[in-house]
């Protein structure tokens, strides 16, 4: 039966990897967060390095990625997964080693850990997922909410003068001599998550390298605390998060010399 | 950098803090992460001389938060790990410490304390006492404290606390002052490579093939299974009352009892000294763990003895855990000096010799 109806390049959807846990998501209808996880525990799986995989969880709505994805897991404190992940991967450097944090978590209250540990350049995958909300207190206000954006606690809609603007963080820590990898991506399409695939695929091979911090940051959505169905949604990241964020890669290792380089335009 | 041989055992004469970094270094320190902070930082300069050409590694982070997160994921991954600060940088580790304490992860965290409140001053205070042994950040919790008085202490907790903390899984504390950090004195270092570690089981190293996934957390969201957590961590801290250690000296037969921790017991135990050529019989008793703290020793003694007096460099913290022991059966008066002033043996003589009028 091992016959294929699709091409597997096109393969987006696989019923249960080994390196998930099988329990079902919590996520609310049409997250990204399930796809993300999904996504990230196939690369494990298809790499085969389930058993040297040490991921760290956040704290927001994927405080729970422990209970999906099937590797050992650490629970950081609130915006401090970055520091977790950089002692476990100086005292553990034959391991593989992820974070995994949401807007709030690591462009907020992390924000020294962030810069300070990609400044390091830890030999570590960062994985930002920015849906420019905090989702579990319920649609606040996030760093990297848009101007104009409505959340509980930018009622009338975020306003640059009294509430800052939005964040571009990863832009800014490609610019560390420390980043090694930077790439935002999304999960809002096939073409997208197949896109996301191959980023996190080149993460974990390049921390083979121990060359310094690969991050990569994905566009999702929040349905609920944006307060829209799942498919509005995605149209909205279209019209509005991805001129703010565009996709692609912002900081790439050069084919010739490995050494990184910023990619043109960013 | 060539990396030397274990060292031996060696008597030298050593400033507080570097002989604690050098006992760390002997305990098979596998990790030290830390922030600088007065009056401490020989801790982490001494660290990051010796380290590269001994084992274990150090790293300076951008922070005390960041420092206390270290070491919790190092503590999850199986290391031997310790940070080290002073008073406002072990305020800003409380939050840490609570989820380390909550994921029941070993580690050594010394406060070398300054005056306070605030940013206060950089000499030496017992102002941290609440916040050692009553938790200190959110929750109920509590850290295995050991309070050294000599630079020989300083060096025999950092074995000791390293012991406790990984026969009970929790995080231990060696509380000591800007004076003990800062002061010379002889000490004896056992020799490197004795302590061994064994990575536990419940680490963080890669799910291996047939063993469920390891999962350090402190979040227990159901409230029966929070509760569960409680009631174990309690149970923990119960257990650990065998490990209470304490001094007494010249207490048979002494009618008032001078009880003091740290650097003060040492000037407590001369103004007992003074006392006794003036015909009035002092006594000492000195706190050696402030948790589990020495409640038997000190109801015992007040069966007999109808006056203390707890002298701190505070404003009257452990003096609360005195009288609780002692629970009415004696006098207990407090005499304190705060702000980074170190009371002399003359003033606490002034005091007992009006506690005798």
């Not at chain 1, 249960?16 to 494990?44: D, R």
């Not at chain 1, 897991?73 to 977790?84: L, T």
């Not at chain 2, 010249?250 to 009892?257: Q, V």
């Amino acid at each position: 039966m091992e016959q294929f109806l699709i091409n597997p390049d096109c393969m987006v959807y696989d019923n249960h990897p080994v390196t998930l846990t099988g329990e079902p998501f919590h996520y609310c209808p049409g997250c990204g967060h399930g796809v993300i996880h999904k996504v990230l525990m196939e690369v494990v799986r298809d790499l085969g390095i389930q058993e040297e995989v040490i991921g760290v969880a956040p704290v927001g709505c994927s405080v729970f990625a422990y209970h999906y994805m099937n590797v050992d897991m650490q629970e950081a404190a609130h915006g401090r997964a970055s520091a977790v992940a950089t002692a476990i991967k100086r005292v553990r450097p034959q391991n593989y080693v992820f974070s995994y944090q949401g807007d709030g978590d690591l462009a907020a209250i992390g924000t020294a850990e962030t810069i300070h540990t990609v400044n390091r350049g830890e030999n570590i995958l960062m994985v930002f997922v920015n849906n420019a909300i905090y989702g579990m207190t319920g649609g606040q206000m996030a760093p990297t909410s848009l101007i104009g954006m409505k959340t509980a606690t930018s009622p009338y809609g975020r306003d640059a003068a009294s509430m800052g603007n939005p964040i571009k963080i990863t832009e800014l820590l490609a610019q560390l001599p420390g980043a090694y990898y930077v790439a935002r991506h999304a999960v809002h399409t096939p073409n997208a998550v197949r896109k996301l695939t191959k980023a996190f695929k080149n993460a974990f091979e390049y921390q083979k390298l121990n060359r310094g911090t690969c991050f990569i940051e994905v566009v999702s959505n929040c349905p609920s605390g944006w307060k829209m169905s799942p498919v509005q949604s995605i149209d909205w990241i279209e019209k509005n998060m991805l001129p703010m964020f565009p996709l692609g890669d912002i900081k790439v290792p050069d084919p010739k010399t490995g050494d990184p380089v910023m990619v043109k335009n960013n | 950098m060539e990396k030397q041989e274990l060292k031996g055992k060696e008597i030298k004469l050593m400033k507080g803090n570097e002989a604690l970094a050098e006992a760390a270094i002997r305990a098979g320190l596998d990790a030290y992460f830390g922030y600088p902070i007065t009056p401490q930082s020989e801790v982490m300069e001494y660290l990051t001389e010796n380290i590269p050409l001994r084992r274990g590694l150090v790293l300076q982070a951008e922070s005390e938060v960041a420092s206390i997160n270290m070491v919790y994921g190092a503590a999850g991954a199986g290391a031997r790990v310790m940070t080290s600060s002073s008073s406002p940088g072990m305020s800003l580790m409380q939050e840490g410490i609570s989820y380390i304490a909550s994921a029941q992860l070993p580690c050594l965290l010394v406060n070398v304390m300054r005056g306070g409140p605030g940013l206060g001053t950089i000499q030496p205070s017992q102002g941290d006492y609440f916040q050692a042994v009553k938790g200190g950040g959110h929750g109920d919790y509590k850290l295995f404290t050991l309070a050294p008085s000599t630079v020989q202490e300083m060096v025999d907790f950092v074995f000791e606390g390293f012991k406790m903390a990984e026969k009970y899984r929790v995080p231990a504390m060696l509380l000591a002052d800007g004076a003990l950090g800062q002061m010379m004195e002889k000490v004896e270092l056992p020799a490197e490579g004795q302590f061994p570690h064994v990575i536990p089981d419940w680490a963080t190293t890669g799910k291996k093939e047939g063993r469920k996934q390891n999962v350090i957390t402190s979040l227990f969201i159901q409230p029966e299974k929070m509760e569960q957590i409680n009631l174990d961590l309690q149970a923990k801290y119960k257990a650990m009352e065998i490990e209470v250690k304490s001094e007494s000296i010249n207490t048979e037969d002494a009618d008032l009892i001078l009880v003091a921790f740290g650097l003060v017991a040492r000037i407590c135990m001369k103004a007992a000294e003074l006392a006794r050529e003036k015909g009035i019989k002092v006594g000492v008793i000195r706190p050696i763990t402030l948790f589990p703290f020495p409640t038997e020793v000190l109801n015992t003694t007040a069966d007999r003895v109808k006056k203390f007096l707890v002298v701190e460099m505070n404003a009257g913290q452990m003096v609360e855990d005195v009288r609780l022991s002692i629970n009415g059966k004696a006098d207990v008066q407090f005499y304190g000096r705060m702000g980074g002033m170190i009371p002399n043996p003359e003033e606490i003589l002034t005091k007992l010799e009006s506690m005798m009028k």
